[in-house]
């Protein structure tokens, strides 16, 4: 598998690049956001990881770019901000995941895993409920306008759709969408529900997403 890693600290690209290449990833790296953009619009990746502060463009303006010319590709975020509206910009911007700075290589090395796998699991299936229409290969929600989702959005809205006939909780939530991450806080289910809730608006979707902060939810289609 391919990655594209852009991070403007040289010593801390080489020791990730290393580590990637270890596990038998390959690798192509880029020091600032501009080259970033280039590799990813000349080239196909299985995942982009993208430090958020980078000279020339940050990694934000990398995301915005790469998301507004439809690549789909999973997107890693570094950040050595640990306040909620970096991480929420990112995520909002179409980011797939985040890691805060200072991290262990071992946590980034099974977030990496986590999303590439995702990422080739999305060719499965259709899913169909009310107005909209669920697209695994695209990871786009579909009814009279089109979004595409997060693969973190996507895996909570396919886990919805799935258990359609009954609410789901949170721990099943937190088993099935957030399996491979630790210490994850029922806010963050919250959160991505809250995203899910705006693309449905967005989408002019009669189905909506029952359910207060803590849960239970379950999708159902507004009469």
Known sequence: MKILLAEDTADLNKVVTQMLEMQGFDVDSALDGQKALDLALSNGYDEIILDIMM???????????????????????????????DRVEGLDAGADDYLTK????????ARVKALTRRGSQYAAKEISFGD????????????????????????????????????????????????????????????????????????NSNVTIEGDKGGPFQVIVNE
């Open 132 to 203: 909209i229409t669920l697209k695994s290969d695209s990871l786009e929600l579909i009814s009279s306008n089109t979004v595409r989702l997060s693969i973190k959005e996507f895996s909570l809205m396919q886990a919805l759709l799935l258990n359609q006939e009954h609410p789901v909780d949170n721990n099943y939530l937190l088993e099935h969408v957030w399996s491979d991450e630790e210490d994850v806080a029922e806010d963050t289910i919250w959160l991505y529900v809250n995203f899910l809730q705006g693309k449905l608006e967005y989408i």
């Open 55 to 85: 000279p020339k463009l940050s990694g934000l303006e990398v995301l915005k770019e790469i998301r507004g010319r439809n690549i789909v590709t999973p997107v890693l975020m570094l950040t050595a901000k640990a306040e909620v509206d």
């Open 102 to 109: 200072p991290f262990a290589m071992k946590e980034l090395l």
